[in-house]
């Protein structure tokens, strides 16, 4: 007799799905979630193929476990992120298996008011009989609160019978979206463009829109029209953004639309309620999730739109384990699933807007702010034109304009993208400069901790009285300013102001955060000193002036997007001026006010900056008019790392159209004491770059020792 064989992927760096035999009295589907022997134990793992045949010497599939069934699709993800990253497929379905742990049911206990009166009466239990007295049932906790009383007045009020419990039914897992609760009345570009994304998402197939509108367009109320569609359809809807954690205002506006917010999934919720989530995706109940990038692999049942919001954010990469970038693999889900995909942005990545181009994508534009407010008036502050006070950072010509900002009672935002006070200290008397022990790189003094930390590894040290090397003391100098310097200059050129430096470093976590940006958009500061962090989503609208202490920060640096990610957090942040009722103005300090990123900054000529960009990467070959991966090696000792490196190097495989580049060294030579080499691998656009470099690694000696070999198709990173 015949024996079924299930072929068993299992969510480690395993890329095979191994066969078991599947007992004769268990019924299996393919993408059923189940428990398998391996080695010396047993691990979960997912049926990714059933057949029949021999194999009567293979272990058996142990059971069944109660999660939800894998979709086709969605196992066809897996397989294609895994194909695409190089990743084992195990690895990629470790993305987004979810068991639910065991767990003793806590039933949820109500209390309802009986006959029965108290024997004493106290003012908190009469508090407690009133907020009971129309006798519905209520949580003990919602009772509690309700009469500002502590829980165990309750149980004392249980104890004499005076309440009663219930049972009460377990609170839905998210509540329902209504697509016709307050629609917002939009302006007419916004009708025209609404218009355009809900009848895209009736074609057939689906198109991948690409939403393009300047900063203050009103975007999401565009996206918010295509979720009402998706609702009204029965569909699904996942929201993706870049930081979710931070998105209070978003919620509120979700929920100003629909009724009530979208379901959120972010690695702060806790792992209870994502088990909920996770099951109630897979059932249909939960009809729309807000996200981070982890939320794409949700077993969505119904998946009818995929929103990726600031679509150009780098936060979308993930840069460790399996590298894959949430944007692309959105449009590959949205394709599976037969979903319409709109990736929103004022400023688009280049790969978007050329896949618009060539007609990939269905580019829809909203050109102008919403409400008549006009963008703002941008100017660069040539610094070589400027008299820089000593040690100063801020220019007089940019003071100024704060001084007469604050004088009217608006708020301005003075924006640099450097966490700490100051990126490097060094010894006057030693020239000693103060290095992580772990990495290549400076330590950043963070004055408020009193410490000097390192950015790529946590290293933190107390910042040192007297010299590391030479023993003398204050001769320690802070060379370059970071956020936490800026805020002290404030201090001295506008005494008396009310300011506040917002950077990841914020004490308090996200919650304080969130608070203090909602202070900060009532009005509550007159000065915010910020990081990117405050550059993006954010509506402050009484501010009215930004000013750029450094746009030629990102510039310099060797990566191909470097002109690119600097055109897009300048046009954001500037883009946080005037989107109240006063127009706004952003004031950019430079050394090079005539490169082509500022000058298409100030210009507001975004056409001409992405046109000459795009000519420059084809030119190039770079993406996405050409394919790039990045091999990193790493070992222990710096001569493992760079052997094993040019051994790879030295089996690769002349062939038209690809470019092996490297060994080298890499920039962070060394992170966390591990000494890194990096070669690139670049081909022109029509080569298999998979197929190649599976070939290649094939060929490969194999990393012993300490080195390892990590593979990032498509870098974004390349430090
Ligand atoms: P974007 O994401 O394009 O930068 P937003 O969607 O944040 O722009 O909109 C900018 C501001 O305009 C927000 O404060 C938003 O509430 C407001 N807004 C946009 N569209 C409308 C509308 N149709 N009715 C009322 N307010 C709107
Ligand atoms: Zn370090
Ligand atoms: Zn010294």
Same mark, same amino acid.
């Given at each position: ?26 019924? +299996? ?63 990629? &379905? ?7 742990? *065991? ?60 309440? !009663? ?6 609170? *839905? ?37 690409? &939403? ?83 939320? &794409? ?138 290095? %992580? ?10 004055? #408020?901790?009193?410490?000097?930390? %390192? ?5 933190? !040290? ?47 976590? =996200? ?13 509550? #500061? ?6 990117? +962090? ?21 510039? =310099? ?6 002109? !690119? ?88 495989? *002349? &062939? ?43 060929? %490969? ?19």
């Amino acid at each position: 007799m015949s024996t079924r064989i299930a072929d068993v992927l299992i969510p480690l760096a395993l890329d095979t799905a191994y066969s078991y035999r599947v007992p004769e009295d268990l019924g +299996l589907v393919e993408g059923d979630v189940v428990v398998v022997p391996l080695g010396t134990r047993e691990t979960v793992g997912v049926v990714w193929g059933l057949s029949e045949g021999g194999g009567a010497n293979l272990k058996a599939v142990s059971g069944k476990v109660d999660a939800s069934r894998l979709s086709p699709a969605l196992r066809k993800l897996f397989d294609w992120l895994a194909w695409y990253t190089l990743a084992p497929r195990g690895s990629a &379905l470790a993305l987004g298996l979810r068991v639910p742990e *065991p767990r003793p049911e806590v039933p949820r206990v109500g209390v309802r008011l009986t006959e029965r009166v108290p024997v004493r009466m106290t003012a908190a239990r009469r508090r407690v009989l009133e907020a009971a007295a129309d006798g519905l049932t209520r949580s003990k906790r919602e009772l509690a609160d309700a009469a500002a009383v502590s829980a165990s007045v309750i149980d004392g009020l249980i104890d004499e019978g005076a309440l !009663e419990t219930l049972a009460l039914a377990a609170d *839905p897992v998210a509540k329902i979206p209504d697509p016709g609760f307050g629609q917002a009345e939009l302006s007419e570009q916004q009708h025209e463009a609404a218009r355009a994304v809900c009848a895209a998402f009736h074609d057939a197939p689906p198109p991948v829109i690409l &939403l393009e509108g300047v900063t203050g367009s009103g975007k999401t109320e565009v996206y918010f029209e295509a979720v009402a569609e998706a609702l009204r359809a029965g569909k699904q809807v996942l929201i993706l953004m870049p930081e979710i954690a931070l998105t209070a205002q978003f919620l509120e506006r979700f929920a100003g639309r629909f009724g009530v917010p979208p379901a959120v999934w972010h690695s702060g919720v806790s792992s209870r309620r994502r088990e909920r989530l996770h099951a109630g995706v897979a059932t249909g109940e939960v009809q729309v999730v807000a996200g981070a990038r982890s939320a &794409l692999f949700l077993p969505f049942e119904q998946l009818g739109l995929i929103v990726v919001d600031e679509e150009h954010e780098t936060a979308y990469k993930q840069e460790d384990g399996v590298h894959y970038h949430a944007r692309d693999m959105a449009v590959v889900r949205g394709k599976l699933e037969g979903a319409t995909v709109i990736l929103a942005s004022a400023t688009p990545s280049l790969e978007s807007r050329v896949n618009a181009t060539r007609g990939r994508y269905r580019r829809i534009v909203l050109p102008e702010r919403f409400g008549g407010r006009t963008m703002p008036e941008i100017r660069a502050i040539d610094l070589k034109r400027e008299t820089m006070p000593r040690g100063r950072f801020i220019s007089p010509t940019l003071a100024f304009a704060v001084e007469d900002t604050l004088a009217r009672g608006e708020q301005a935002l003075l924006f640099l993208n450097r966490r700490g006070y100051a990126p490097l200290t060094l010894c006057r008397a030693c020239a000693y400069r103060y290095e %992580c022990p772990n990495c290549s790189a400076w330590l950043v003094e963070h004055r #408020f901790r009193r410490a000097l930390v %390192c950015h790529h590894c946590g290293h933190i !040290e107390r910042t040192p009285e007297a010299c590391r090397s030479c023993g003398s003391v204050d001769s320690l100098v802070s060379c370059g300013p970071g956020v936490e310097r800026i805020a002290e200059e404030v201090t001295e050129i506008f005494p008396g102001r009310r300011s506040i430096v917002l950077s990841s470093d914020f004490p308090g976590g =996200a919650e304080r955060l969130r608070a203090e940006l909602a202070a900060v958009a009532a009005g509550e #500061f007159d000065l915010v000193i910020g990081t990117q +962090l405050v550059a993006k989503g954010h509506n402050f609208p009484f501010m009215t002036l930004v000013g750029v202490l450094d746009a030629d920060l990102g510039l =310099a640096s060797g990566d191909p997007r470097a002109s !690119e990610r600097t055109f897009q957090v300048l046009q954001q942040v500037t883009g946080r001026a005037g989107r109240g009722e006063k127009p706004g103005r952003a004031l950019v300090q430079t050394w090079q006010p005539t490169h082509p990123v500022i000058a298409a900054l100030v210009s507001g000529d975004a056409e001409r900056f992405y046109r000459e960009e795009a000519r420059a990467r084809e030119a190039a070959g770079l993406p996405p008019f050409g394919r790039l991966a990045a091999i990193v090696v790493s070992a222990a000792e710096r001569e493992a790392a760079e052997a094993h490196a040019r051994g790879m190097a030295q089996v690769a495989h *002349p &062939l038209p159209g690809v470019m092996v580049l490297g060994p080298a060294e890499a920039p962070l030579a060394v992170i966390r004491g591990r000494h890194r080499f990096r070669l690139l691998v670049r081909t022109e656009r029509e080569v298999d770059l998979q197929c190649y470099l599976r070939d290649w690694l094939a060929r %490969c000696p194999k990393a012993c020792g300490s080195v390892r070999a990590i593979i990032d198709i498509d870098p974004q990173s390349f430090l």
